[in-house]
Every structure is written in structure tokens, then in C-alpha cells.
């Protein structure tokens, strides 16, 4: 069987696949669709995958809610991103609405406010040999939306300089 990496795929039987996405799972954090992808990888069937999902779930391997609460805290505290970044890429990683809110109500406020400011005194550093006013505020503005950060929070940021 030929897989997308340009190499011949092992076909695993799911009690070889088994203990190899166990130690997947285990290693870091997964998504549900990452360890889909995976299980297809082996080249297992969609009734197969389902049976070793569910196990998986049943042994507390894989946990949606706990991946996505890792995966912003992470890119928050790492990237410093901010929230709509975030929930688009957890969107991408086909993480459920439930889960996602659950991930952004773990970002602190107060630090999530911080971090906001931070970014917004950095880049007016960087900003000093512009002299119009509107296209610096443009341009803080710009970057905080590529950050991730919501338009109402930049708004009221940039109202306080």
C-alpha cells in the first residue's frame, strides 16, 4: 500500500496498530483526527479505527477536552497568541465547539489582557519613525489582528494611548 509520504505503508492489524498509537497518545497531547489519521496511516479500515477510538477514549489515551485546554494554553503562553488564532486552529484540528470554548475560558483574563498590552507597547516601539497617527494606529491594529487577538480588545486598547 502506497502512502501519501511517499513511502510503502505497513498494513497493521489493530492489535499490532494498538500499542502503537497508545504510545502516540501518550507521548503528547492528540486530537481526534490526528490519531484518525494515523490509525488510516496503517492502513486500517473506518470500522477498525472506530473500536480502537473508542478504547482509546474508554483508557483515558485520548481526550479532546484535555487536548484543546493543552493545545491554548500552549500556543498562549508559547506563541502568545491570542484567542480567535487559537480557536482557528483548533477549528482546523476539527476540535468540537464545546471543546474549544472549554480551552479559551482556561486562558487567565487578566494575563490574556497583559499579554494584549505587551504586544500592542512592542510593536508602537518599533512604530517610532512613524509620524501620522492614523497609520501607526493602522498598523498596531493590523498586527494584533495577525496575533489573533479580538477586535473589540484592540479597539479598547488602542482608545488608552
Same mark, same amino acid.
Given at each position: 500500500?502506497?502512502?501519501?509520504?511517499?513511502?510503502?505503508?505497513?498494513?497493521?492489524?489493530?492489535?499490532?496498530?494498538?500499542?502503537?498509537?497508545?504510545?502516540?497518545?501518550?507521548?503528547?497531547?492528540?486530537?481526534?483526527?490526528?490519531?484518525?489519521?494515523?490509525? &488510516?496511516?496503517?492502513? /486500517?479500515?473506518?470500522?477498525?479505527? #472506530?473500536? +480502537?477510538? %473508542?478504547?482509546?477514549? =474508554?483508557? @483515558?489515551?485520548?481526550?479532546?477536552?484535555?487536548?484543546?485546554?493543552?493545545?491554548?494554553?500552549?500556543?498562549?503562553?508559547?506563541?502568545?497568541?491570542?484567542?480567535?488564532?487559537?480557536?482557528?486552529?483548533?477549528?482546523?484540528?476539527?476540535?468540537?465547539?464545546?471543546?474549544?470554548?472549554?480551552?479559551?475560558?482556561?486562558?487567565?483574563?487578566?494575563? &490574556?489582557?497583559?499579554? /494584549?498590552?505587551?504586544?500592542?507597547? #512592542?510593536? +508602537?516601539? %518599533?512604530?517610532?519613525? =512613524?509620524? @501620522?497617527?492614523?497609520?501607526?494606529?493602522?498598523?498596531?491594529?493590523?498586527?494584533?489582528?495577525?496575533?489573533?487577538?479580538?477586535?473589540?480588545?484592540?479597539?479598547?486598547?488602542?482608545?488608552?494611548?
Amino acid at each position: 500500500m502506497y502512502s501519501p509520504k511517499g513511502k510503502y505503508a505497513e498494513k497493521l492489524t489493530p492489535q499490532q496498530a494498538l500499542p502503537k498509537i497508545k504510545h502516540y497518545c501518550a507521548y503528547q497531547e492528540r486530537c481526534h483526527q490526528e490519531v484518525k489519521d494515523k490509525l &488510516y496511516g496503517y492502513g /486500517l479500515n473506518s470500522k477498525e479505527v #472506530d473500536e +480502537l477510538l %473508542s478504547r482509546l477514549i =474508554e483508557e @483515558n489515551y485520548l481526550n479532546e477536552e484535555r487536548f484543546a485546554i493543552h493545545f491554548a494554553g500552549g500556543k498562549f503562553r508559547m506563541k502568545k497568541w491570542g484567542k480567535v488564532k487559537i480557536k482557528y486552529e483548533l477549528k482546523q484540528k476539527r476540535v468540537t465547539d464545546y471543546c474549544i470554548r472549554k480551552a479559551l475560558a482556561s486562558i487567565d483574563e487578566e494575563v &490574556y489582557m497583559v499579554v /494584549l498590552k505587551k504586544h500592542l507597547a #512592542d510593536k +508602537l516601539k %518599533s512604530l517610532g519613525a =512613524e509620524k @501620522n497617527i492614523f497609520i501607526r494606529k493602522r498598523k498596531l491594529q493590523d498586527y494584533l489582528i495577525q496575533k489573533g487577538f479580538e477586535s473589540d480588545l484592540i479597539r479598547e486598547a488602542l482608545l488608552e494611548l
